[in-house]
């Protein structure tokens, strides 16, 4: 029996989300609220040195006079800043030196999660720095990437054993005043990842981390910090899930990406935080903060797949500083139900014969709204700039809305730049000419919205690639007609 | 003493000889009220990112003429489309000159605002149309409104075809020193009739001028309406121009601007959409230098399916000049099988120049066709490199390129005297000599 439109709807309704469950592990967690005293806490707690300290206190003292931005095209409840816990760990607190040693529980999780460590370990060749409720748990090939002299571990061992680097360029590429969000992260952040990469040294494996969302109530302020010296070469993955909760969850991330002379640094991110139930109820707020800095002839690159979170607001931008650097943005974002995103990223033209890409796709389905806004900015003195960019949407149901907001700036003459967007919805023709062929509609939907993606999906890692598929099909699974 | 403080005791003014118990005054009230709580737009509006009116609210504008003012037909005689008979409503200084116009009641109305927001036949009309498009939250048209009281009113009756142009000019001789205009039109075509309308704004002398001008269009069923607006002023000449037109159901209208002057140009043109198959057609040539400033702002709100809307703009920016455009594509959800094409070319001639553009698509339907295009770029190289070697010197040959470039748009133009007209100016402001019309 042929499958219908209405069957479609009410499976997509009935779907939940399959990865809402929560792990019961006893977390030590700050009382609710947010002070100077918080602030000191949470650097006392990490036993960070006193600059460290007195960084997240400027941060916070300017945080406090930001008010938060509302030009997003999105709508929610503000969150109540004073409501949320900030700091939040597992109690375990030693470091595991092998997986045996690691909670039985969260083992489970992960598995849950289809990320068996063991099988990644061997299997895939990634190192896997797992964070779980914002303290790292796990770090997987330490030694392997220690040969080479590449350091891959928590930001606040970093702090502790590699402070001239954290210090020299935490906040490099985004200050802690640059906007309400990214204040917030540098005054409160609990921990995340940090990376660097010797000169001339190219990363054997893709490093990996998985955020999770965990402890009811707490905000996971990660911070990212990623250092590719000269001519060196990484590739970086970063993986998403969080469970199911009524209350809706603050994330507010930074990630800051630093790209010397002649190094290319590539970032992934597969999103997929819960998006709320079908009432619109729930989910996780996605404010987060990306930018990375490209020196001469560096290149970064940004792919991401969005499918989760209730509220989505994130341009992982590329400042292109140095002569002869790139810049890409490969984007995939999906809306259902009652999500609402608005991404895209920026671009900015610094140096002479500056080069960059944007291939945005957004799906928006049931009553979504999926917004892109981009930023194309040619300083007077960057000769040669060149510029592509692509916005397509594809539209499923009347109840959706899809959005572009591209700005355009250029400030020189010899700047080329192109700019094409289109929105449409899945062709009755192209359904028609699967269903003369045999295939059902439900696969012609994902065969047209695959091949829709293409461009960005063959951008990520082939360990994602397979993971952002099925997301892709799971988010939108019934939801056309 | 401040423009905006000036405004507000010249309206105190202005009510010692208006009748105050017209609805119209009501009205008028109610927008100085917007103005007073808004003031004039600045940077921080997101519709006003990239143009700033600072510099344009500093001289000391006189709100109303001190004295009569008077032009020789010779004196003006260029800034008409002489070549062929048209309809004229002629305004220096904001006062309506009998001499230069050449208005009708005969078999449409081609004739004065003042006229119309006082006389008795006219009020049907004035209360079913006036200020009924117009945004009355935008603090620059509330601004106009507040000070409705002259500019050009055209009826064209049922199933009309008026026969020939209708040239709107407002001059400004500047005899009045620093001087702000706030003419007010209003267009109304019938059922099944059509129209042609010319609009230019032209400063004589050295002067500042600050036009602040508010056109409203009404393209009733099947009605057919062709708005050229020629901005070609003088460097001292700044012109906010907001144009609103509301279209019912197979109507068809279409706006051509020609931006080549002023110091400051600011067009917001707004299409809503109140039928079924409607088409809308905005296009536009801009080709500026020194440190000009023009400024698109479009907005076609799509609320009803089947309905159709075609943008393009070409922009040529030499010297220090800045271009905007912002183009805002709005399609609600019940406007199904909706086909909406923007496009915006933009040539940047040296390295000081400035283009920022925002095409801009807010779709909520999932039946349409909506695309738009933008591209920032030079003259091909080759194709430059392939006229030097056949004996044409370079500016020459950038000139004729950059021509090619904008020459499509003129396609379109339905009247053939005003294409040579455009085309000629065209060619005089990039230096190329044109031994052919088109």
């Given at each position: 029996?042929?499958?219908?439109?209405?069957?479609?709807?009410?499976?997509?309704?009935?779907?939940?989300?399959?990865?809402?469950?929560?792990?019961?592990?006893?977390?030590?967690?700050?009382?609710?609220?947010?002070?100077?005293?918080?602030?000191?806490?949470?650097?006392?707690?990490?036993?960070?040195?006193?600059?460290?300290?007195?960084?997240?206190?400027?941060?916070?003292?300017?945080?406090?006079?930001?008010?938060?931005?509302?030009?997003?095209?999105?709508?929610?409840?503000?969150?109540?800043?004073?409501?949320?816990?900030?700091?939040?760990?597992?109690?375990?607190?030693?470091?595991?030196?092998?997986?045996?040693?690691?909670?039985?529980?969260?083992?489970?999780?992960?598995?849950?999660?289809?990320?068996?460590?063991?099988?990644?370990?061997?299997?895939?060749?990634?190192?896997?720095?797992?964070?779980?409720?914002?303290?790292?748990?796990?770090?997987?090939?330490?030694?392997?990437?220690?040969?080479?002299?590449?350091?891959?571990?928590?930001?606040?061992?970093?702090?502790?054993?590699?402070?001239?680097?954290?210090?020299?360029?935490?906040?490099?590429?985004?200050?802690?005043?640059?906007?309400?969000?990214?204040?917030?992260?540098?005054?409160?952040?609990?921990?995340?990842?940090?990376?660097?990469?010797?000169?001339?040294?190219?990363?054997?494996?893709?490093?990996?981390?998985?955020?999770?969302?965990?402890?009811?109530?707490?905000?996971?302020?990660?911070?990212?910090?990623?250092?590719?010296?000269?001519?060196?070469?990484?590739?970086?993955?970063?993986?998403?899930?969080?469970?199911?909760?009524?209350?809706?969850?603050?994330?507010?991330?930074?990630?800051?990406?630093?790209?010397?002379?002649?190094?290319?640094?590539?970032?992934?991110?597969?999103?997929?935080?819960?998006?709320?139930?079908?009432?619109?109820?729930?989910?996780?707020?996605?404010?987060?903060?990306?930018?990375?800095?490209?020196?001469?002839?560096?290149?970064?690159?940004?792919?991401q797949v969005e499918t989760g979170s209730a509220v989505t607001w994130k341009y992982p931008s590329c400042v292109l500083k140095g002569d002869h650097s790139i810049g890409e943005f490969y984007s995939i974002a999906v809306t259902n139900n009652h999500q609402q995103a608005d991404t895209g990223t920026k671009m900015v033209h610094l140096g002479k014969n500056t080069r960059s890409t944007i291939i945005s796709k957004g799906i928006s389905a049931g009553t979504s709204q999926n917004s892109y806004r981009g930023l194309v900015q040619v300083h007077p003195r960057a000769q040669n700039a060149r510029n592509f960019s692509q916005c397509d949407s594809l539209l499923m149901g009347n109840k959706c809305g899809a959005h572009t907001f591209p700005y355009i700036e250029a400030r020189n003459n010899s700047a080329q730049i192109e700019h094409e967007a289109t929105t449409s919805k899945i062709g009755e023709d192209q359904i028609f000419y699967c269903n003369q062929r045999g295939i059902d509609t439900e696969k012609a939907i994902a065969l047209i919205v695959n091949g829709f993606s293409k461009e960005v999906l063959n951008k990520l890692p082939m360990e994602f690639a397979v993971e952002a598929q099925k997301l892709l099909e799971i988010s939108l699974e019934g939801s056309v007609g | 003493m401040e423009l905006k403080e000036k405004l507000l005791s010249s309206f105190l003014a202005m009510e010692q000889e208006i009748d105050l118990s017209a609805p119209v005054h009501a009205m008028r009230q109610e927008n100085l009220k917007t103005f007073e709580e808004k003031g004039f737009p600045t940077k921080k509006l997101e519709a006003w990112k990239y143009t700033s009116l600072a510099s344009i609210l500093q001289p000391s504008y006189s709100i109303f003429?001190?004295?009569?003012?008077?032009?020789?037909?010779?004196?003006?005689?260029?800034?008409?489309?002489?070549?062929?008979?048209?309809?004229?409503?002629?305004?220096?200084?904001?006062?309506?000159?009998?001499?230069?116009?050449?208005?009708?009641?005969?078999?449409?109305?081609?004739?004065?605002?003042?006229?119309?927001?006082?006389?008795?036949?006219?009020?049907?009309?004035?209360?079913?149309?006036?200020?009924?498009?117009?945004?009355?939250?935008?603090?620059?048209?509330?601004?106009?409104?507040?000070?409705?009281?002259?500019?050009?009113?055209?009826?064209?009756?049922?199933?009309?075809?008026?026969?020939?142009?209708?040239?709107?000019?407002?001059?400004?001789?500047?005899?009045?020193?620093?001087?702000?205009?706030?003419?007010?039109?209003?267009?109304?075509?019938?059922?099944?009739?059509?129209?042609?309308?010319?609009?230019?704004?032209?400063?004589?002398?050295?002067?500042?001028?600050?036009?602040?001008?508010?056109?409203?269009?009404?393209?009733?069923?099947?009605?057919?309406?062709?708005?050229?607006?020629?901005?070609?002023?003088?460097?001292?000449?700044?012109?906010?121009?907001?144009?609103?037109?509301?279209?019912?159901?197979?109507?068809?209208?279409?706006?051509?601007?020609?931006?080549?002057?002023?110091?400051?140009?600011?067009?917001?043109?707004?299409?809503?959409?109140?039928?079924?198959?409607?088409?809308?057609?905005?296009?536009?040539?801009?080709?500026?230098?020194?440190?000009?400033?023009?400024?698109?702002?479009?907005?076609?709100?799509?609320?009803?399916?089947?309905?159709?809307?075609?943008?393009?703009?070409?922009?040529?920016?030499?010297?220090?000049?800045?271009?905007?455009?912002?183009?805002?594509?709005?399609?609600?959800?019940?406007?199904?099988?909706?086909?909406?094409?923007?496009?915006?070319?933009?040539?940047?001639?040296?390295?000081?120049?400035?283009?920022?553009?925002?095409?801009?698509?807010?779709?909520?339907?999932?039946?349409?066709?909506?695309?738009?295009?933008?591209?920032?770029?030079?003259?091909?190289?080759?194709?430059?490199?392939?006229?030097?070697?056949?004996?044409?010197?370079?500016?020459?040959?950038?000139?004729?390129?950059?021509?090619?470039?904008?020459?499509?748009?003129?396609?379109?133009?339905?009247?053939?005297?005003?294409?040579?007209?455009?085309?000629?100016?065209?060619?005089?402001?990039?230096?190329?000599?044109?031994?052919?019309?088109?």
């Amino acid at each position: 029996m042929a499958y219908t439109e209405e069957e479609l709807k009410k499976e997509l309704e009935t779907k939940e989300y399959e990865y809402g469950f929560y792990t019961d592990i006893e977390s030590d967690t700050f009382p609710v609220g947010l002070n100077e005293d918080i602030v000191r806490a949470i650097s006392k707690r990490k036993g960070e040195p006193e600059w460290m300290t007195n960084w997240r206190l400027e941060a916070f003292a300017h945080w406090k006079l930001m008010t938060e931005p509302d030009w997003p095209n999105v709508h929610y409840e503000k969150p109540d800043f004073q409501a949320i816990s900030y700091y939040s760990a597992p109690k375990k607190k030693d470091q595991y030196k092998s997986l045996d040693e690691v909670d039985p529980e969260l083992l489970e999780t992960f598995n849950k999660l289809g990320i068996s460590l063991e099988e990644q370990k061997k299997l895939a060749g990634v190192a896997v720095d797992i964070v779980m409720d914002s303290v790292s748990v796990a770090t997987t090939f330490r030694d392997t990437l220690a040969e080479k002299g590449i350091i891959f571990c928590s930001i606040s061992e970093a702090i502790k054993e590699h402070p001239e680097l954290v210090k020299k360029y935490i906040g490099s590429v985004i200050p802690p005043k640059d906007n309400f969000y990214a204040a917030l992260n540098s005054a409160v952040f609990s921990d995340g990842s940090f990376c660097y990469i010797p000169k001339g040294v190219r990363c054997p494996m893709e490093l990996s981390t998985y955020f999770r969302i965990n402890q009811a109530g707490t905000g996971q302020f990660e911070r990212t910090l990623v250092i590719a010296d000269e001519g060196s070469y990484v590739s970086y993955l970063e993986g998403c899930t969080a469970p199911s909760r009524d209350e809706n969850q603050l994330h507010a991330a930074c990630v800051e990406l630093i790209a010397l002379d002649d190094a290319e640094i590539k970032y992934s991110t597969v999103q997929n935080w819960y998006p709320g139930d079908k009432q619109g109820k729930g989910g996780v707020y996605n404010f987060v903060t990306k930018r990375g800095i490209c020196h001469t002839r560096a290149k970064i690159s940004w792919t991401q797949v969005e499918t989760g979170s209730a509220v989505t607001w994130k341009y992982p931008s590329c400042v292109l500083k140095g002569d002869h650097s790139i810049g890409e943005f490969y984007s995939i974002a999906v809306t259902n139900n009652h999500q609402q995103a608005d991404t895209g990223t920026k671009m900015v033209h610094l140096g002479k014969n500056t080069r960059s890409t944007i291939i945005s796709k957004g799906i928006s389905a049931g009553t979504s709204q999926n917004s892109y806004r981009g930023l194309v900015q040619v300083h007077p003195r960057a000769q040669n700039a060149r510029n592509f960019s692509q916005c397509d949407s594809l539209l499923m149901g009347n109840k959706c809305g899809a959005h572009t907001f591209p700005y355009i700036e250029a400030r020189n003459n010899s700047a080329q730049i192109e700019h094409e967007a289109t929105t449409s919805k899945i062709g009755e023709d192209q359904i028609f000419y699967c269903n003369q062929r045999g295939i059902d509609t439900e696969k012609a939907i994902a065969l047209i919205v695959n091949g829709f993606s293409k461009e960005v999906l063959n951008k990520l890692p082939m360990e994602f690639a397979v993971e952002a598929q099925k997301l892709l099909e799971i988010s939108l699974e019934g939801s056309v007609g | 003493m401040e423009l905006k403080e000036k405004l507000l005791s010249s309206f105190l003014a202005m009510e010692q000889e208006i009748d105050l118990s017209a609805p119209v005054h009501a009205m008028r009230q109610e927008n100085l009220k917007t103005f007073e709580e808004k003031g004039f737009p600045t940077k921080k509006l997101e519709a006003w990112k990239y143009t700033s009116l600072a510099s344009i609210l500093q001289p000391s504008y006189s709100i109303f003429p001190k004295q009569e003012a008077s032009l020789e037909l010779k004196e003006v005689k260029k800034y008409f489309l002489y070549e062929i008979d048209s309809y004229k409503v002629v305004f220096i200084d904001g006062v309506y000159s009998p001499f230069l116009s050449d208005t009708t009641h005969d078999g449409l109305d081609v004739c004065l605002m003042s006229a119309a927001l006082t006389k008795p036949k006219y009020k049907a009309l004035i209360d079913r149309y006036f200020n009924q498009i117009a945004d009355t939250q935008d603090s620059l048209s509330a601004l106009n409104t507040a000070f409705a009281r002259e500019g050009a009113y055209i009826y064209v009756p049922p199933s009309v075809v008026a026969e020939k142009p209708i040239e709107i000019i407002h001059f400004s001789t500047g005899k009045q020193g620093d001087f702000m205009l706030q003419p007010r039109s209003l267009v109304v075509i019938d059922e099944n009739a059509q129209v042609q309308i010319i609009e230019r704004h032209q400063s004589l002398a050295e002067h500042s001028v600050f036009t602040n001008a508010v056109t409203e269009v009404f393209a009733e069923k099947n009605a057919q309406v062709d708005v050229y607006k020629i901005q070609n002023d003088r460097h001292d000449a700044s012109l906010v121009d907001n144009t609103f037109i509301a279209q019912q159901r197979d109507s068809n209208a279409r706006v051509h601007t020609f931006s080549f002057g002023g110091k400051m140009t600011r067009n917001n043109l707004n299409f809503y959409h109140q039928g079924e198959h409607i088409q809308s057609t905005m296009k536009g040539i801009t080709i500026i230098g020194n440190t000009q400033h023009v400024d698109h702002y479009t907005l076609v709100h799509h609320a009803q399916p089947n309905c159709e809307s075609h943008q393009d703009y070409k922009g040529i920016y030499a010297d220090r000049a800045v271009g905007v455009f912002n183009g805002k594509i709005m399609v609600d959800k019940i406007a199904q099988k909706t086909n909406a094409f923007q496009q915006n070319n933009n040539v940047l001639l040296d390295d000081k120049a400035t283009i920022n553009t925002k095409p801009q698509l807010e779709i909520f339907a999932d039946d349409v066709k909506c695309s738009h295009g933008c591209t920032i770029g030079q003259l091909d190289e080759d194709a430059l490199f392939y006229l030097r070697t056949r004996g044409i010197p370079k500016k020459e040959a950038k000139g004729l390129l950059t021509y090619a470039f904008a020459n499509n748009v003129l396609e379109s133009v339905a009247i053939p005297a005003l294409k040579t007209r455009v085309n000629k100016l065209i060619a005089e402001k990039l230096g190329v000599n044109l031994t052919h019309d088109l």
